[in-house]
């Protein structure tokens, strides 16, 4: 399995960056999908998922409103639009699966042993 973020870098306050990230899993298309982060000096955290038909989406309460995950499954390319940042965003995001369910990929994505590289987002004030 292989997983390739992109699409970080540094943005502005109240501004807005789209994150990539492409696997060569071929289970991707019947697997929920997931952003989580991880912040210097913090444990990895949810961050928003999406299910294998993008009928559904959740959201950490932090990230609620600002921000819109998507999925692409002829591409095997789920991404994140992040809208109207805070400083507190800053962090390496990383995507991974969450296995069935988008609704337990806050716990179960977490469980998973391989990450990519991620990709460093910094919001500057």
């Known amino acids: 399995v292989r997983l390739v973020e992109s699409g970080g870098g540094l943005a502005e306050v109240g501004g807005s960056l789209r994150l990539s990230c492409t696997t060569s899993?071929?289970?991707?298309?019947?697997?929920?999908m997931g952003w989580f982060r991880q912040a210097p000096g913090k444990e990895r955290q949810f961050v928003a998922s999406?299910?294998?038909?993008?009928?559904?989406?959740y959201y950490d309460d932090s990230v609620k409103g600002r921000f819109d995950i998507s999925r692409t499954n002829v591409e095997r390319t789920v991404y994140l639009q992040m809208n109207f940042l805070k400083s507190e965003d800053t962090a390496v995001y990383f995507c991974?699966?969450?296995?069935?369910?988008?609704?337990?990929?806050?716990?179960?994505?977490?469980?998973?042993?391989?990450w990519g590289p991620g990709t460093q987002v910094t919001v500057s004030s």
């Open positions: 991974n699966s969450c296995g069935i369910w988008a609704s337990d990929c806050h716990i179960e994505g977490l469980k998973n042993d391989y």
């Open positions: 899993e071929r289970a991707f298309e019947s697997e929920a």
């Open positions: 999406i299910s294998w038909n993008s009928g559904s989406t």
